[in-house]
């Protein structure tokens, strides 16, 4: 008695489920990014070098925020210090008040 009343529910969503497949089209293959060793000398790790020398040697960046493509800078400046080396700002982002969270959420 147990097992007819499992099955029916069970049956009637693998056929939902597969008429629900039918209208799906094809998945395109997935690739992956090759994988890069960083290997002393190679092309990829002076590459990511000279990236952290600039942001570590060249001004902080200024980030505002952002609500709805605008941005908005509100003067309420924060700092984001590099986590090996507190007294280097890596960048100032403004902080959002009530108006701009209140802004976001419309």
């Not at 990236?51 to 941005?71: L, T």
């Not at 590099?82 to 902080?95: C, L, M």
């Amino acid at each position: 008695m147990l097992r007819c009343v499992l099955r029916r529910p069970v049956r009637a969503s693998l056929v939902n489920s597969a008429r629900w497949m039918g209208t799906v089209g094809r998945v395109p293959p997935c690739t992956n990014e090759p994988i890069l060793d960083f290997k002393k000398g190679s092309a990829e790790r002076q590459a990511v070098f000279e990236e952290y020398q600039k942001i570590m040697n060249g001004p902080p960046a200024e980030i505002p925020c952002v609500v709805g493509g605008e941005e908005i800078r509100t003067g309420n400046v924060r700092r984001q210090v590099a986590p090996f080396e507190h007294q280097r700002t890596v960048s100032q982002f403004h902080w959002a008040d009530k108006s701009v969270v209140e802004k976001a959420i419309k």
